[in-house]
């Protein structure tokens, strides 16, 4: 009989994705549901992303996609959110 593999807890709600976050340690690697969140996009744009080359760095550890904190921050620092899509000055 084949041992059925029991899923990790993945963060319910976007407070505890950000709370789990913000207490890892730099090297901590998350699963894209806890980096949707973090980015607050979908799923589906991080692997979009992914796909097309650009986008947050990522680890492939078998089949699992991971994203470590580190990088994510680093990501993050590059890409502040901007307060208009006009030119500053226009």
Sequence with gaps: ????PT???IPLT???A???????????LFNQAVIAFIRDCSIATLERDRW??????????GRAVKYRKSD???WLGKHE???STSVAGG
């Design 1 to 4: 009989m084949a041992r059925i």
């Design 7 to 9: 899923p990790k807890k």
């Design 14 to 16: 976007r407070g505890e």
């Design 18 to 28: 950000l709370v789990e976050f913000d207490t890892a340690p730099d090297n901590a």
């Design 52 to 61: 097309a080359g650009g986008g947050i760095p990522f680890l492939k550890i």
């Design 72 to 74: 994510v921050l680093a």
């Design 81 to 83: 959110p901007q307060a």
